[in-house]
Nanobody, 125 residues
Framework: QVQLVESGGGSVQAGGSLRLSCAAS????????MAWFRQAPGKDREFVAT????????NHAESVKGRFTISRDNAANTMHLQMNSLKPEDTAVYYC??????????????????WGQGTQVTVSS
């Protein structure tokens, strides 16, 4: 059974940067599509970025395009989200997720069956 643990969250001022990491254990993630989602208080969980198993297909939400970059290192069993030019509206709990049944990624959270516990990102103005 694969387990995911996020790290790297914290509090930053607007314009700052953070790098989130998702460490997988239990099974290799090399054949899994992966994604980052986020959920702000009172809002639904929304997709931030997705990456296929081979990293050939990457998708970023319009709201983060040009500021965030998803990547993965299958050899290290990890995934990352580099977040630059952070805005207060990026404040949320960020979750990494794995879809064990598909190598191509999707933006819909219902397809992902393994989730981390989340890491808080707070951006102040």
């Amino acid at each position: 059974q694969v387990q995911l643990v996020e790290s790297g969250g914290g509090s930053v001022q607007a314009g700052g940067s953070l790098r989130l990491s998702c460490a997988a254990s239990g099974r290799p993630i090399s054949r899994y599509a992966m994604a980052w989602f986020r959920q702000a208080p009172g809002k639904d969980r929304e997709f931030v970025a997705t990456i296929s198993s081979s990293a050939r297909t990457i998708n970023h939400a319009e709201s983060v395009k040009g500021r965030f970059t998803i990547s993965r290192d299958n050899a290290a069993n990890t995934m990352h989200l580099q977040m630059n030019s952070l805005k207060p509206e990026d404040t949320a709990v960020y979750y990494c997720a794995a879809d064990r049944y598909r190598m191509s990624s999707t933006i819909y959270p219902t397809y992902y069956d393994v989730w981390g516990q989340g890491t808080q990102v707070t951006v102040s103005s």
